[in-house]
Structure formats: structure tokens, C-alpha cells
């Protein structure tokens, strides 16, 4: 059997459509991560692998003027049918990650009732149910429009430079639980009409909708203020009301990472921003105050063992010395 991919996932412009070509299980919603990158390359295969084991059925990155490669492993990965890629390059002055959520959006993937997660590369989607994966976590909740999980943002874990793996020992070092912290939000959302365009931390909605129409709840295991529905201007991203945060899920954001990829991340410049101007965000004292080294938080190594093995899998898709499954 080829390794090639169907033509419909082929890496093409920006533009060009995607087709996923195949249903997800019977019974259930197709389950979609999206993620916008610009030179990413030594995290990317760690960061598909471990959201292919918790169980996303697609993976969909847009990426934008990478000359450190990464452009062409995603096209490999793209051929082998393991995720979807397209790149981009913005008009000057439109923000990367904007860009690639209205190509994405017009590009006709999404289907009605998918759910769609927005991820950054520097985070993972940890699942503090069950046994860690989207059906644990999608079982413990009942239907809902939006699903907003809260970031736990880690630091470096003492590390000065890169040891070569996100999710592993090195990193379990992370910020105090604190029930009054207003965390940032990423959204699991549900494809629908009443969703106008993605966004990276909560989707925007059309306007008109009330709370009776649009169900969001959050990882705190609770219904999201109505302000959430009626806020279309501010975004109302973050968690406001006091909780356990964390019950049902977080975001693992590692901000940081170490400093010698910090310093790169700056190179990089900001996917929110156009890349005109400078990256006045990752300084030193950004690094400083976002290297939360406080308490131990090692759920997400349940999945070390499946993640070691998916990772040894594409990597071997990638060499040509294994197949498919």
C-alpha cells in the first residue's frame, strides 16, 4: 500500500481546500486540533504524536515563512496522510494566526458539529480525568457549544538548555493551583452557524445570539457567565469567576521552555502580531516572570509510554522503515 496521501490533502497554498477523508467513528463528533507555526521544527513531531495518542482524528497547521524546515517536514507528514498542512504568507500587515484561521474557515474542512481546538505548539491539552484521553474527557461533560480549558502555565524545571523532549521529567514544574487566578482560556468548539471564526483562545460568534443559544462551559465543570455569548467585542477569554480551574482539563502552556528556545521563540516573532514591527514580548523579564517552577504537576506523563511509541512510529514513517500502523 502507498504512503501517499489522497490528493484532497495534498500540501498546497493556503487557499486550497481540505477535505478529512475519512468519518470519525460512528456516534461521535469528529474531533479536529488547528495550529498556526512558524518554525517549530524540533517540537512538531513530539506535539502531533501526543495529540494523536489522547485522540484527535485531525490535525490541521497552517504554517507561515519558515526557513528552519519545518515547512517541509509538515509537506512529508502532509504526504504520509498524518496531518494536513498548508502554507501561507500574509499580506503585510495581517497577523499570521488571523490569516490562517480565515483560510482555514473559507477552506470548507469543518463539518457541522465538529469539534475544533485551537492549540499553539507550546501547548498540550492535558486531560485531569479518566485515563487522559478526549473520550475521558467528553464523557465526563455533557453537550455543550463551547468547552473553555483553562492554561496551567510550567517553567523551565532548572533546565538551562534544551533536553530534547516536552513531555517528559525535565518539564513537571509548574505554577501554583490558585482558586481567584483568572486563567487564559483555549476552546474545544462546535462547529455550528452560530460560530462566525475561530480565534485563538475562544471562538467569535455571530452576533444576536443570547446564553439560551450558545452552551459554554468550562473546564471548572461549570456554565460560562453569560457575558461570554454577549461579548463579541472583548472576547471575554479568561476564567473570571474563583474554582477549580483544573478539574476536568488544562492547558499545559510551556511558556518558556528553556532559554535557549526562548531566544528563538523571540526570533520568531509573534503569530498574533503582523511581523512588521518588533517583538517587544519575549524578553528577559517576559522569561522571568513566566518561568513558574513552583509545584510538581505530572499528570500528563500517563502517556509517556504511548507517546514514546506513536513518536517511534512517525519517525519512522518519516525515514521510510515502517508503515502506516
Not at 470519525?24 to 463528533?29: L, V
Not at 532559554?259 to 517576559?286: A, L, M, V
Request: with cysteine.
Amino acid at each position: 500500500m502507498s504512503d501517499e496521501a489522497p490528493d484532497t490533502i495534498r500540501p498546497a497554498a493556503g487557499d486550497a481546500a481540505i477535505t478529512f477523508a475519512s468519518p470519525p467513528p460512528e456516534g461521535r463528533a469528529r474531533r479536529v486540533l488547528f495550529s498556526v507555526q512558524k518554525n517549530e521544527g524540533p517540537f512538531l513531531v513530539e506535539w502531533i504524536a501526543f495529540h494523536k495518542v489522547i485522540g484527535f482524528d485531525e490535525i490541521v497547521i497552517y504554517s507561515n515563512d519558515c526557513s528552519d524546515g519545518s515547512d517541509a517536514l509538515l509537506d512529508r507528514l502532509a504526504d504520509l496522510g498524518e496531518i494536513h498542512h498548508r502554507s501561507h504568507s500574509p499580506a503585510p500587515g495581517t497577523p499570521p494566526q488571523q490569516d490562517a484561521a480565515r483560510l482555514f474557515r473559507d477552506s470548507g474542512a469543518l463539518s457541522e458539529g465538529d469539534l475544533v481546538l485551537w492549540l499553539d505548539v507550546d501547548e498540550y491539552l492535558c486531560v485531569n480525568v479518566g485515563d487522559g484521553t478526549m473520550d475521558a474527557l467528553l464523557g465526563a461533560v455533557g453537550p455543550f457549544d463551547a468547552f473553555l480549558i483553562a492554561w496551567r502555565h510550567f517553567g523551565d524545571g532548572g533546565n538551562e538548555t534544551w533536553p530534547g523532549r516536552q513531555i517528559s521529567r525535565d518539564f513537571v514544574m509548574a505554577r501554583t493551583r490558585d482558586p481567584e487566578h483568572q486563567p487564559y482560556v483555549k476552546t474545544i468548539t462546535r462547529w455550528s452557524d452560530m460560530v462566525e471564526q475561530l480565534d485563538i483562545h475562544r471562538p467569535k460568534l455571530v452576533d444576536g445570539l443570547t446564553p439560551k443559544d450558545f452552551h459554554a462551559i468550562t473546564s471548572a465543570d461549570r456554565r460560562m457567565r453569560r457575558r461570554f455569548v454577549r461579548s463579541h467585542a472583548d472576547k471575554f477569554n479568561r476564567l473570571t469567576d474563583p474554582g477549580e480551574h483544573h478539574k476536568l482539563a488544562q492547558v499545559n502552556h510551556y511558556t518558556v521552555r528553556t532559554w535557549d528556545k526562548f531566544r528563538e521563540k523571540k526570533e520568531r516573532g509573534r503569530g498574533n502580531r503582523s511581523n512588521e514591527g518588533r517583538n517587544g514580548r519575549h524578553t528577559h523579564s517576559y522569561f522571568k516572570a513566566h518561568n513558574f517552577n513552583e509545584v510538581v504537576d505530572d499528570r500528563i506523563l500517563i502517556h509517556l509510554d504511548a507517546l514514546g511509541a506513536e513518536i517511534a512510529r512517525l519517525e519512522g514513517r518519516l525515514s521510510g522503515q515502517s508503515p502506516a500502523t
